[in-house]
């Protein structure tokens, strides 16, 4: 059964204090890691997608990277309004469907 | 402005009662998705759908239903047989192509309370 876990689960930094979330995954055969950013009470906005060890990709303060048991979302000098939860999905070989596996998320809260 | 649109936002459903979620994507994916949502756990598939007139089961259909009748509608209805159903719900839809795995993207949700 293909499982996803998301640590920590709640982080507070100041702003501009850098951090890494992780993402560790079992899978049969990945297919695609993605990232997610959900505001409280709104559906989760797509932020990567990464498919091979090595991979890594950047947006703003954001740099997602992957390995082949976990991946890390590394977020430099925050800004309060990177506050959100942050959401990990797997996409694995089951030979039905474009199903995503989620994990709980990592809740970040970023203070002034 | 392309995307995915849910309606209502809030919805209150008495107990016994069957009641409808509308899902609708003007991004031409062929490809959509119903998840629920509850605090401290992860999106849970309920159903999906890769092509018009066809959908599959997820990790948790009973009490649930869906349609697929035109390529930009998945609607799901939350049945009385559904014993726990306050939750939020999203819907989400993707490209569909061979051998490539796409990202999906999710619509703002509906808050599901029963009352």
């Known amino acids: 059964e293909d499982q996803v876990t998301q640590s920590p689960e709640a982080l507070r930094l100041q702003e501009g204090e850098s951090s890494s979330l992780n993402c560790s995954y079992t899978?049969?055969?990945?297919?695609?890691l993605f990232w997610y950013r959900q505001d409280p009470g709104k559906g989760p906005e797509f932020l990567f997608t990464?498919?091979?060890a090595g991979e890594e990709k950047e947006k703003e303060r954001l740099k997602a990277t992957l390995t082949k048991k976990e991946s890390f979302l590394h977020i430099t000098a925050p800004k309060p309004e990177d506050s959100a939860t942050y959401l990990c999905?797997?996409?694995?070989?089951?030979?039905?469907?474009?199903?995503?596996?989620f994990g709980t998320g990592t809740q970040l809260k970023v203070e002034l | 402005d392309g995307g995915i649109t849910q309606s209502p936002k809030y919805l209150f459903r008495k107990e016994g009662q069957n009641v409808t979620l509308s899902c609708e994507q003007n991004?031409?994916?062929?490809?959509m998705y119903w998840y629920r949502q509850d605090p401290g756990q992860g999106l849970r598939l309920i159903y999906y759908?890769?092509?018009?007139?066809?959908?599959q089961k997820g990790d948790i259909a009973e009490g649930y239903s869906v349609s697929r009748e035109k390529k930009e509608s998945f609607p799901l209805t939350v049945t009385s047989a559904q014993k726990n159903p306050t939750a939020f719900y999203l819907c989400?839809?993707?490209?569909?192509?061979?051998?490539?795995?796409?990202?999906?993207?999710f619509g703002p949700g509906t808050r599901l309370t029963v009352l």
């Open positions: 989400a839809s993707s490209w569909e192509t061979a051998n490539t795995y796409n990202e999906q993207f």
């Open positions: 899978v049969s055969g990945l297919r695609g």
């Open positions: 990464l498919y091979s």
């Open positions: 999905a797997v996409r694995a070989f089951t030979g039905g469907g474009n199903k995503l596996t």
């Open positions: 991004l031409n994916h062929d490809a």
């Open positions: 759908s890769q092509i018009v007139n066809d959908f």
